[in-house]
């Protein structure tokens, strides 16, 4: 029979771990209870250096009772690595990974028809949000608006999956292989391969708490996605380069035609027109390109992603 363990990233979550805990609990013992899953299933939380007390309310879950594993991060890495540093654990253990949010934002029900979908042969099953409704309405339209602009890039996400999602032990182990440290999973796990499939649930509100991805954190979030998974920034500014350049070429005839007909005073507006947009376009273009060797820098030091400073699993 398949073990299951699930995957819960926790970032100063004490307001929700209990509940999410409990919940968790009662999913597995019903998967159990039906023998879809063995007795050797359980939950990792991984704390993600928080600052409250998650991680002694992990030890503490953990004592009780066994089911409820734990992994400590020596810092926070932010959810990505958290997110990783508890699947490469999981995957020793399980034949099947689940990873979710701790706040039980998405549904857990969608877990049977998950596995469902693992035994008719899907390696990865992908969780996808059918409406986002209980959003609030600045989250659900930078997140579209980020998902519209990511494929325009070409970039191979699916729409409107967020980190809810099954993964066999083998495509784990695929998953394994990818050593980037700029990591973006949902961009990453596609790559993988193997057959996939989707389950559509109804995403709902943080039950306490509050979001632990300010604005800043989505931005930076959406530009690691973007630059991690496509150059085509890149090529656009190039083209835009070469464009730009064009345009120079008829304003420089333009600008020998004024001048032979006497008019040289009256070019003030688009002299200065053009200063500011090359400038602006200049620096946004050694902008773009200074994000790719950013990650080139970093990619090149082969730092460790997350270092477990404690494990918890029986
Ligand atoms: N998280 C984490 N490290 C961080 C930030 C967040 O492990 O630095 C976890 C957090 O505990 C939660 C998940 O990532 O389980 C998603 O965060 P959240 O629900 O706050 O994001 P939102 O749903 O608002 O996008
Ligand atoms: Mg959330």
């Not at 496509?230 to 380069?241: A, C, D, Q, V, Y």
């Amino acid at each position: 029979m398949n073990t299951l363990y699930i995957v819960v990233p926790c970032y100063n979550e004490k307001e929700v771990l209990h509940e999410t805990a409990k919940r968790l609990k009662e999913k597995l013992s019903s998967l159990v209870a039906k023998d879809i899953i063995s007795k050797e299933s359980r939950i990792l939380f991984v704390n993600d250096g928080s600052k409250d007390n998650t991680w002694e309310i992990i030890q503490d879950l953990h004592q009780k009772d066994e089911v409820f594993c734990g992994l400590c991060l020596s810092r926070n890495r932010g959810h990505q690595n958290a997110l990783l540093a508890g699947l490469m654990t999981a995957k020793d253990y399980a034949d099947i990974v689940i990873s979710m949010d701790a706040d039980l934002q998405d549904d857990i029900n969608a877990v049977d028809a998950m596995i469902e979908k693992y035994q008719q042969g899907a390696d990865i099953v992908y969780g996808v949000r059918s409406s986002r409704e209980k959003d609030t309405f600045f989250k659900r339209n930078t997140a579209l608006g980020f998902y519209k602009f990511m494929e325009l890039l070409g970039a191979d996400t699916v729409y409107n999956h967020a980190d809810y999602r099954l993964m066999s032990k083998r495509a784990l182990e695929g998953l394994a292989e990818f050593n980037e440290v700029n990591l973006f999973l949902r961009g990453l796990v596609p790559m993988v391969g193997y057959k996939s499939d989707i389950v559509t649930y109804e995403r709902g509100e943080r039950f306490a708490g509050e979001s632990k991805y300010p604005l800043k954190k989505m931005i930076s979030f959406a530009i690691d996605g973007i630059t991690s998974l496509s150059i085509k920034p890149i090529t656009l500014i190039t083209r835009l380069g070469v464009i730009i350049f064009l345009v120079s070429l008829v304003m420089l005839i333009y600008t020998i035609i004024r001048h032979f007909t006497g008019h040289t005073i009256t070019g003030w507006s688009s002299l200065i027109i053009s200063i500011w947009m090359l400038g602006g376009l200049q620096l946004f273009a050694i902008g773009v390109i200074g994000e790719y060797i950013g990650k080139i820098y970093m990619e090149s030091k082969h730092r460790p992603r997350y270092i477990i400073a404690e494990k918890l699993i029986k």
